[in-house]
Nanobody
Framework: QVQLVESGGGSVQAGGSLGLSCVAS????????MGWFRQAPGKEREFVAA????????YYSAAVKGRFTISRDNAKNTVYLQMNALKQEDTGIYFC??????????????????WGQGTQVTVSS
């Protein structure tokens, strides 16, 4: 049974930083591309960042590029999202996802096979 478990969410003031982690089990982690998506209240889930199976390639949405960094540690079956210079509009539930084949740029929600339950990030002014 595949499980993705996110952690590290919380509340922070604008301009602050948070680091998210997602631990995967039940799959061969090093063969999956990983991504982070977020969903704000009343809005659709949107792409945030993605990283290839080896960690050599990454891609960011325009909204977070230059502020967020995605990374992975295949030995620990973990993907990370370091979020700096947070803005109120970064508020939402953050989900990690694992996908076997990602062809689109930016990656599409439908291309990911497995999802975590999400972790809440709240940025206040």
């Amino acid at each position: 049974q595949v499980q993705l478990v996110e952690s590290g969410g919380g509340s922070v003031q604008a301009g602050g930083s948070l680091g998210l982690s997602c631990v995967a089990s039940g799959l061969t982690f090093s063969t999956y591309a990983m991504g982070w998506f977020r969903q704000a209240p009343g809005k659709e889930r949107e792409f945030v960042a993605a990283i290839g199976w080896s960690g050599d390639s990454s891609y960011y949405s325009a909204a977070v590029k230059g502020r967020f960094t995605i990374s992975r540690d295949n030995a620990k079956n973990t993907v990370y999202l370091q979020m700096n210079a947070l803005k109120q509009e970064d508020t939402g539930i953050y989900f990690c996802a694992a996908g076997g084949v990602i062809r689109s740029v930016p990656p599409k929600y439908s291309e990911y096979d497995y999802w975590g339950q999400g972790t809440q990030v709240t940025v206040s002014s």
